[in-house]
Nanobody, 126 residues
Framework: QVQLVESGGGLVQAGGSLRLSCAGS????????MGWFRQAPGKEREFVAA????????YYADTVKGRFTISRDNAKNTVYLQMNSLNSDDTAAYYC???????????????????WGQGTQVTVSS
């Protein structure tokens, strides 16, 4: 059974930081791009960031560029999202995803990505 399990969410004050992790299991993720989406109440799920297997080129939504950093540890099948300078607009459930298609396509193909995690909540208090 393939699983993506997110961790690291929580409550943080505006201006603070959090680091999310997503660990994959149940198969090898060699060649898979991995990344993050988020969904706030009443809004559609939106792309946040994604990173390719190799080279580890990364792509970001404009709303998080310069504040968030995505990275991965291929040996551990794990992707990370370092989130700095958080604000109330970042409050959402954050979901991890994995797919063989390249990260730069994910904004377009987001609805058909192969694997999804269950999500972790991030709440930013102002």
């Amino acid at each position: 059974q393939v699983q993506l399990v997110e961790s690291g969410g929580g409550l943080v004050q505006a201006g603070g930081s959090l680091r999310l992790s997503c660990a994959g299991s149940g198969r090898t993720f060699t060649g898979y791009a991995m990344g993050w989406f988020r969904q706030a109440p009443g809004k559609e799920r939106e792309f946040v960031a994604a990173i390719n297997w190799s080279p580890g080129s990364a792509y970001y939504a404009d709303t998080v560029k310069g504040r968030f950093t995505i990275s991965r540890d291929n040996a551990k099948n794990t992707v990370y999202l370092q989130m700095n300078s958080l604000n109330s607009d970042d409050t959402a459930a954050y979901y991890c995803a994995a797919d063989l298609r390249r990260a730069e396509t994910w904004v377009v193909v987001r609805r058909s990505l192969q694997y999804w995690g269950q999500g972790t909540q991030v709440t930013v208090s102002s």
